[in-house]
Nanobody, 125 residues
Framework: VQLQASGGGLVQTGGSLRLSCTAS????????LGWFRQAPGKYREGVSC???????????YYADSVKGRFTLSIDNVRNMLHLQMNSLKPEDTAVYYC????????????????WGQGTLVTVSS
């Protein structure tokens, strides 16, 4: 299983970025897929997680902090995920990782497994 994120960079507050992730070694439509981020000195935060079978629909999870600004998409033909990030804020600054994801009902949180190299997003104020 390999997941490689790209597309990060430096952007001003209010700007946009589109992150991409190339996945290999597994069938995308057999997993839930999404993104998490980790800011310096902070624990990782789940950003999004697709529905079952890699579907992006009403069951897609978005963290409250990004809802309405970030959009997940999955291209099963090209084995890629994307995260369109609009109206970026300084608090969005973090390393972003794409990963397989799941919901842990026992404690009500999304967990992320099998991630690769992340991509740094820096939002200047």
């Amino acid at each position: 299983v390999q997941l490689q994120a790209s597309g990060g960079g430096l952007v001003q507050t209010g700007g946009s970025l589109r992150l991409s992730c190339t996945a290999s070694g597994f069938a995308l439509d057999e997993y839930r897929l999404g993104w998490f981020r980790q800011a310096p000195g902070k624990y990782r935060e789940g950003v999004s997680c697709s529905g079952f079978g890699g579907r992006v629909d009403d069951s897609t999870y978005y963290a409250d902090s990004v809802k309405g600004r970030f959009t997940l998409s999955i291209d099963n033909v090209r084995n890629m995920l994307h995260l369109q990030m609009n109206s970026l804020k300084p608090e969005d600054t973090a390393v972003y990782y794409c990963a397989q994801c799941r919901f842990e009902a026992s404690y009500g949180e999304y967990e992320y497994d099998q991630w690769g190299q992340g991509t740094l997003v820096t939002v200047s104020s």
